[in-house]
Each structure stands twice: as structure tokens, then as C-alpha cells.
């Protein structure tokens, strides 16, 4: 059953294993200029005591804690996407933090045009102690669609800590898919670039906590999760097909031959995708002859 859309924005956390952070993200919450808010977190399992130091701010009757047993961020984030009852629903990963004025810079564009189905903005790349670096910036949404698609930079850089979308446009329609891990963020910025209306914010809201793992095993993962991407948009025709459709699927093996080289620095699982590219999009040859030399 669908929760009543009583409060203006529900913000949602997925969190496992986040005692280390969780802090912090809430914290910047319960700082924001916008106050008409709610607050769910999703204890996806955690073994340490997140839900614990959680559990040391439900006094304030905005913040609510959804406990379930280990299922991935996929459905955690589908978990309080649908008991959210916000008009809006903004997204924060559970080591991330928003500058005060995220939510009502967002709620101030998105609830002023009807129109418009999310709204994003630049965020701050930080290093591990969430201390900024730089400014990513993302793109206008002209032409959004085909920069996803062509994955050539960050679009909407920090997706998960970055993007407010209008509730009524999204459940039941366009939730995380629980069949991915790396790329679910990108499968989900392809649904809302092809089907919705997104507006951008040329300013940073968002900090960003940079903190790589293990690169041999981010690329496996990304390896299985472009493959099932390539997949989705071939029978489900989110790409018609034609040169664009394969200029799209040989850039993802182009990627991912390169994530295997550089990244993981398996040169051999390099060449399969890196040839597949070539044989659907010719005109990549020149791009890895460039790369190459």
C-alpha cells in the first residue's frame, strides 16, 4: 500500500555496516534550511551497531529506521523509496553528506514546475574523511539521455547522494533493479534520462566520500553489471536499434576492457571485450589504436 503523501521530502539512507558514518550523514540532515522532511534509514543487515547509533536519534520524530535482513543497497533503497510519504524523495548514501541548503535548493526548483521529475546538482569529491578536493560537475539535461548512454562522464555525479525526484513519477514505475550492484545507480539514471524530465543545478549540494575497494573485484562486478545493462536496454528497446545502439554497446565493451587492463590489471580479460567493441563499432579501432600509442 502506498503511504499518503503527507510530508514534503522523505530523504533515504541505505546503510550496512555504516557505525563509521552514519553520523555525519544524518547529522548534515537534521542541518538543512528546509525542515519539512523525514528521514529513513535502512539497516540492511548490518553486522556492527549501525542500527544502534541510529537508534539514538529517533527521538526526533522525523527520522524513522527500517531494519531488514542483508538484501543489498538495491532494495534497501526500494525499501524506503516505498514507505516514503514525501511529495519528494532525495537519496543519501549512508557515508555521504549534504550541504544545508541540498534540500531546499532542490524542493525549490522541482516543486516550482510540474513539469520536472528530479532534479540534481554538482557535489564536492572528497577524500576519505569526507575532507573536499574538487568540484565534479554534471551535465545540463539537454542531450541527458545520450551522455548516459555514452557514458563519456559523470552525468549526475554522486547519483545516490545527489538526486531529489517527484515520488508520483517514480514508485511503482522506476525502482533500483536488485539485479545489479555497481551499476545500479547507471541503470537508474538511464530509466529517468530516457522516460522522465530532469532539471540541473549548476552548483555543489553534495559531499561525496571517495573511498575505492578492492579493483579486481569493482571490475567483475562491473563486468557482469554492463553485460546485464546491454541486455535490458537490447530487449526492452531503450535503445532502438541502429549505429547509435551499437556505437552504445561497443563504448560499454570498450569500458570494460579498459577497467580490466588499467583497473584490475588483468590485460589478458582485456582483449575479448576490447575486439568485441571493435567488431560492433569499427570506428572504435581507431579509438584503442589511440589509446595504445
Known amino acids: 500500500m502506498t503511504p499518503p503523501l503527507n510530508t514534503k521530502v522523505t530523504i533515504v539512507i541505505p546503510a550496512y555496516n555504516a557505525a563509521n558514518y552514519i553520523a555525519t550523514s544524518i547529522s548534515s540532515v537534521l542541518a538543512q534550511t528546509f525542515t519539512d522532511w523525514e528521514l529513513i534509514i535502512v539497516n540492511d543487515g548490518?553486522?556492527?551497531?549501525?542500527?544502534?547509533?541510529?537508534?539514538?536519534?529517533?527521538?526526533?520524530?522525523?527520522?524513522?529506521?527500517?531494519?531488514?535482513?542483508?538484501?543489498?543497497?538495491?532494495?534497501?533503497?526500494?525499501?524506503?523509496?516505498?514507505?516514503?510519504?514525501?511529495?519528494?524523495?532525495?537519496?543519501?548514501?549512508?557515508?555521504?553528506s549534504y550541504l544545508s541548503n541540498n534540500i531546499e535548493t532542490k524542493f525549490n526548483i522541482i516543486n516550482a514546475d510540474d513539469s520536472i521529475d528530479f532534479v540534481y546538482g554538482d557535489i564536492w569529491k572528497c577524500d576519505k574523511e569526507l575532507k573536499p578536493i574538487y568540484v565534479e560537475k554534471g551535465v545540463p539535461t539537454e542531450n541527458l539521455?545520450?551522455?548516459?548512454?555514452?557514458?563519456?562522464?559523470?552525468?549526475?555525479?554522486?547519483?545516490?547522494?545527489?538526486?531529489?525526484?517527484?515520488?508520483?513519477?517514480?514508485?511503482?514505475?522506476?525502482?533500483?533493479?536488485?539485479?545489479?550492484?555497481?551499476?545500479?545507480?547507471?541503470?537508474?539514471?538511464?530509466?529517468?534520462?530516457?522516460?522522465?524530465?530532469?532539471?540541473?543545478?549548476?552548483?555543489p549540494l553534495s559531499n561525496y566520500r571517495d573511498t575505492p575497494g578492492a579493483m579486481s573485484?569493482?571490475?567483475?562486478?562491473?563486468?557482469?553489471?554492463?553485460?546485464?545493462?546491454?541486455?535490458?536496454?537490447?530487449?526492452?528497446?531503450?535503445?532502438?536499434?541502429?549505429?547509435?545502439?551499437?556505437?552504445?554497446?561497443?563504448?560499454?565493451?570498450?569500458?570494460?576492457?579498459?577497467?580490466?587492463?588499467?583497473n584490475a590489471g588483468k590485460p589478458l580479460k582485456a582483449i575479448a571485450p576490447a575486439l568485441k567493441a571493435i567488431a560492433i563499432y569499427p570506428p572504435f579501432l581507431l579509438k584503442l589504436i589511440k589509446k595504445l600509442f
Open 145 to 203: 539521455f545520450e551522455e548516459v548512454m555514452l557514458w563519456t562522464k559523470e552525468t549526475i555525479p554522486g547519483f545516490s547522494s545527489n538526486i531529489m525526484m517527484k515520488a508520483n513519477s517514480i514508485r511503482n514505475r522506476f525502482l533500483f533493479d536488485e539485479n545489479l550492484s555497481n551499476c545500479a545507480d547507471r541503470y537508474m539514471k538511464i530509466l529517468l534520462s530516457k522516460n522522465l524530465k530532469g532539471a540541473y543545478i549548476p552548483k
Open 217 to 262: 573485484k569493482q571490475v567483475a562486478l562491473l563486468d557482469h553489471d554492463e553485460k546485464y545493462i546491454i541486455k535490458e536496454i537490447t530487449e526492452n528497446n531503450i535503445v532502438p536499434d541502429g549505429s547509435f545502439r551499437r556505437k552504445v554497446i561497443a563504448n560499454i565493451y570498450f569500458t570494460l576492457s579498459g577497467s580490466w587492463y588499467k
Open 46 to 96: 548490518s553486522k556492527d551497531n549501525t542500527a544502534e547509533l541510529v537508534k539514538g536519534y529517533l527521538s526526533d520524530t522525523r527520522i524513522k529506521l527500517i531494519e531488514q535482513a542483508n538484501s543489498g543497497v538495491s532494495s534497501a533503497r526500494n525499501v524506503g523509496i516505498k514507505a516514503a510519504s514525501g511529495k519528494f524523495i532525495a537519496l543519501l548514501d549512508a557515508d555521504d
